[in-house]
């Protein structure tokens, strides 16, 4: 290479250099699995014949906005927190319809249900389902105190959030972020071939069943329209919320007596969730599995891919 030809590559850097100048391997990554989810929700749609309203889901506008002062903040202001935040922001507004969306088109596979072997083998290990259900009802107290337990993780969330910014550990907050994305994408996956109605379901418990409607609904083919009324989250096996207590629990890590309040806090959302979200104990012990391999696949790949570059 002539001084003339290196002069000119120090000017005039390749495409892919500037990218990584302008974008870090976690913003590549994101946003690559942001379209590789968008694009799978539609080609599946499509195949279908289901119908996306995309438009009553996205908030356009909001995401645009946020992507915007992201950039602003980040290139032009050169301030890392308000930057790390919108962008934050916008990732959760754009992946949280795509991962619905996802759900219902899992569900809308038809495979058959697998209720029974789950009820199956909740009994083999001496579990009954039906008489503890009606034993937590029987207590109010302990019904309002797993109530607020299993309620408590999109507060549980975005707590962790404020204190990683607060601390500045933004990479803190993209681990949180991650994990969260995989675990939910990965329950959805396996549902597909394992689909469950869910404990309300299978044993007739009356007035708990909003979201059976919809479940029953998308499996029997009955709903082609996503998106034309309030969206419910219909995944029964693997248990999500379960999932969420462990990513929780692992993501406080290293914070002392918080660290111990959370796991504490969402031994109880394990506790709840057969009774408030109407899962087996089965949905249980294959959220917590699935949770573990995420946690390990996710730990895995930033460090032999991102190389921690968050």
């Known amino acids: 290479m002539t001084e003339e030809q290196s002069l000119q590559k120090k000017l005039l850097p390749p495409l892919s250099e500037k990218i990584k100048r302008t974008f870090s391997a976690n913003t590549i990554f994101v946003w690559s699995f942001m379209i590789t989810l968008a694009v799978t929700d539609a080609c599946w ?48 507004c754009v ?26 083998a909740d009994r083999a290990l001496g579990l009954g389902w039906p008489a503890s259900y009606h034993w937590v009802n029987a207590h109010p107290r302990i019904l309002v105190i797993l109530s ?89 096996f693997p248990s999500f919320h379960t999932m969420m207590a462990v990513v929780l629990a692992y993501s406080a890590r290293g914070f002392g007596l918080l660290s111990i309040g959370y796991v504490l806090l969402n031994i109880l959302v394990l506790v709840s969730a057969p009774y408030l979200g109407g899962h087996h104990y089965a949905d249980i012990w294959g959220g917590l599995v699935l949770a573990l391999a995420v946690i390990l696949a996710e730990r895995h790949v930033c460090a032999r891919l991102l190389k921690k570059t968050f």
């Not at 959030?161 to 990965?186: H, K, N, P, T």
């Open 45 to 92: 749609a499509q195949y279908d014949g289901m119908t996306v309203l995309a438009s009553n889901m996205f908030l356009t506008k909001s995401i645009i906005c946020l992507l915007l002062a992201a950039i602003i903040c980040k290139h032009l202001l050169k301030r890392d927190m308000p930057a790390q935040l919108t962008h934050m922001a916008a990732v959760i």
């Open 148 to 236: 607020k337990a299993y309620d408590s993780f999109t507060a549980q969330f975005l707590a962790l959030l404020a204190l990683f910014f607060w601390q500045e550990r933004y990479d803190r907050g993209w681990e949180l972020i991650w994990l969260s994305m995989l675990c939910c994408v990965a329950c959805v996956l396996v549902s597909i071939p394992f689909p469950a109605a869910g404990a309300f379901h299978y044993y007739g418990i009356p007035g708990r069943n909003a979201y059976v409607r919809v479940f029953m609904a998308l499996h029997q083919g009955h709903l082609k329209i996503i998106g034309n009324r309030h969206l419910k989250g219909i995944i029964q």
């Open 95 to 120: 992946f949280l319809p795509l991962s619905y969306i996802l759900s219902y088109l899992a569900v809308s596979a038809h495979y058959p249900l697998i209720d029974s072997r789950l009820a199956a």
